[in-house]
């Protein structure tokens, strides 16, 4: 039977892993929670070194301009969010686990890390946090779920107030409390197990998002959508026909 494998890479404390296979296993997937990513690989510690240093290259300095893996002196400054190249992260991570576990790639399966990193990728002239990369291993960032899709309109309106009058932004946070979604938000659990759909549709099919606004593979690009339609965990008759037709598969 197809398997969907998923790994963890510090994310968020409130993630509860077997809810989220829990999910999956109710629409007739066999998912399995495989622990840490790196744990997983077992990795020596000149092994440990080199994936860090090539992480390290991953780091986003200035979100107006595409990482350069291969600078060997990067800005000393770094941008003021801890931010990676999603895709060559994608590929470091790739790399290590072809390394350790070649055979996996021929095998029946989806590998996906829900990761605790703020992913983005380069587009339009400037890095955009996501929530997911597409590809092997998928990854669904619990950071992106915070900063890639925008909070309400007035939030920023206010922002800006707050910063010219130099007023802690966190009494901004608590007065929009509820209305985004949080670093340890105990909602995220909920809201990552349509999104690890996401990716696993496009892997088999191609499309990435349902157009459907009712439906939880539909793109959100607002927290609102998200709360109502990820958090719902609710698929079309379409998206729930193809997830369970990648269940059967052999």
Not at 96 to 121: M, Q
Not at 240 to 246: A, D, L, P, T, V
Request: hydrophobic share 35%.
């Amino acid at each position: 039977m197809f398997s969907i494998y998923l790994y963890s890479d510090s994310p968020s404390q409130s993630l509860v892993m077997q809810d989220v296979t829990d999910f999956l296993t109710d629409l007739g997937l066999s998912a399995e929670f495989r622990g840490d990513f790196l744990s997983y690989l077992s990795l020596a510690a000149e092994e440990m070194a080199e994936l860090e240093s090539f992480l390290s290259r991953a780091r986003v300095f200035n979100i107006e301009t595409p990482v350069d893996f291969f600078e060997t002196h990067p800005p000393s400054e770094p941008f003021e969010k801890e931010l990676y190249d999603g895709f060559w992260v994608q590929r470091i991570f790739s790399r290590f686990f072809l390394r350790k576990y070649l055979g996996e790639l021929a095998e029946n399966g989806f590998h996906a890390v829900i990761t605790g990193r703020l992913l983005g990728t380069y587009g339009s002239r400037r890095y955009h946090a996501r929530v997911i990369i597409s590809g092997f291993p998928s990854f669904i960032s619990t950071s992106g779920l915070v900063e890639g899709p925008a909070r309400p309109k007035e939030y920023y309106f206010l922002k800006a107030e707050f910063v010219r009058s130099g007023k802690n932004l966190s009494e901004l946070d608590e007065a929009f409390r509820g209305k985004f979604v949080d670093y340890e938000d105990e909602r995220i659990t909920k809201i990552t197990g349509p999104y690890v759909l996401q990716p696993l549709l496009h892997h088999f099919s191609g499309k990435e998002f349902c157009e459907n606004p009712g439906c939880a593979l539909f793109n959100s690009h607002w927290q609102k959508e998200v709360l109502d339609i990820q958090y719902s965990g609710l698929l079309c008759a379409e998206c729930e026909s193809e997830i369970r037709k990648i269940a059967k598969r052999r």
